[in-house]
């Protein structure tokens, strides 16, 4: 197991290294969370100190705090109209370039910032690498007031919804929601299941990320392998 651990962080580096290279001086940036992203955020904070003038909009709070320990400048979220390059991480992605994200719980935020990204750019181990989504559980934002509502509509998609919990009690994200995780077994459909979702009241977001990603780079046990559009 730990030689696995090994690996993957390795291949996150890889990854990283690559894609940092599409970040030119005058770039906003979007800056993704999780472990993948912490590989890319290091390497950003390494060309800023090397005199590369970029403006960085973070997707979590957890990001905000360790690009403003690093000396990355931030841009105020709500001032962001369009973004030039995000790299971000995934946790499942097939070749086709459609991806579920959440897994760390900032996926609103994740969502927003790609919609409004021109290049993103998502980097990830060989793990994730899947031909189907969705054996990795679907993260959904929900709103608290929302949460029954929300969980009898996922379950008349057939979906087995689960509270997120973190040390016994329910996780918060950033902006104060619950997150379920959702079983739907592997989705034949990713847009089917986007638009019912799209549809329930109360429910934030979710996890489907289709048609946002501009590139996907792979690390593996050669060096990085690149999926596009
Ligand atoms: C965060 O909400 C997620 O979308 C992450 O991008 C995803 O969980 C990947 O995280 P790792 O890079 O840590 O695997």
Redesign the pocket.
Same mark, same amino acid.
């Given at each position: 197991l730990e030689n696995h651990q090994n690996n993957t962080a390795l291949e @996150?580096e890889l990854a990283s290294k690559e894609a940092v290279k599409y970040i030119k001086s005058g770039m906003i940036v979007g800056l /993704?969370?999780? *472990? *993948? &992203?912490y590989f890319a955020i290091q390497q950003i904070a390494a060309l800023v100190e090397n005199g590369m003038q970029i403006k960085a909009v973070a997707t979590s709070e957890h990001t905000a705090n360790l690009a403003s320990e690093l000396g990355i400048p931030l841009m105020d979220f709500k001032e962001v109209r369009s973004i030039d390059v995000t790299i !971000? /991480? &995934? !946790?499942e992605f097939t070749a086709d370039l459609q991806m579920i @994200? $959440? %897994? %760390? /719980? &900032?996926?609103f935020r994740?969502k927003i910032v790609a919609s409004l990204t021109k290049q993103e750019i998502i980097i990830a181990d060989s793990t @994730?690498l899947v031909e189907q989504l969705g054996a990795f559980t679907l993260p959904v934002e929900v709103v608290p007031l929302a949460l029954n509502h929300v969980i009898d509509k996922i379950e008349a998609l057939d979906g087995k919804p689960v509270l997120r919990k973190k040390s016994g009690a329910p996780f918060i994200t950033d902006n104060g929601n619950y997150i379920i995780d959702v079983d739907f077994g592997l989705i034949a459909n990713p847009h089917a299941l986007a638009f019912n979702l799209n549809n329930i009241e109360g429910l934030l977001v979710h $996890?489907l990320f289709l048609d946002l990603a501009s590139i996907v780079i792979m690390g593996n046990s050669n060096g990085v392998e690149v999926f596009k559009r």
């Amino acid at each position: 197991l730990e030689n696995h651990q090994n690996n993957t962080a390795l291949e @996150k580096e890889l990854a990283s290294k690559e894609a940092v290279k599409y970040i030119k001086s005058g770039m906003i940036v979007g800056l /993704g969370t999780g *472990s *993948s &992203a912490y590989f890319a955020i290091q390497q950003i904070a390494a060309l800023v100190e090397n005199g590369m003038q970029i403006k960085a909009v973070a997707t979590s709070e957890h990001t905000a705090n360790l690009a403003s320990e690093l000396g990355i400048p931030l841009m105020d979220f709500k001032e962001v109209r369009s973004i030039d390059v995000t790299i !971000d /991480g &995934a !946790d499942e992605f097939t070749a086709d370039l459609q991806m579920i @994200k $959440g %897994g %760390g /719980g &900032a996926l609103f935020r994740e969502k927003i910032v790609a919609s409004l990204t021109k290049q993103e750019i998502i980097i990830a181990d060989s793990t @994730k690498l899947v031909e189907q989504l969705g054996a990795f559980t679907l993260p959904v934002e929900v709103v608290p007031l929302a949460l029954n509502h929300v969980i009898d509509k996922i379950e008349a998609l057939d979906g087995k919804p689960v509270l997120r919990k973190k040390s016994g009690a329910p996780f918060i994200t950033d902006n104060g929601n619950y997150i379920i995780d959702v079983d739907f077994g592997l989705i034949a459909n990713p847009h089917a299941l986007a638009f019912n979702l799209n549809n329930i009241e109360g429910l934030l977001v979710h $996890g489907l990320f289709l048609d946002l990603a501009s590139i996907v780079i792979m690390g593996n046990s050669n060096g990085v392998e690149v999926f596009k559009r």
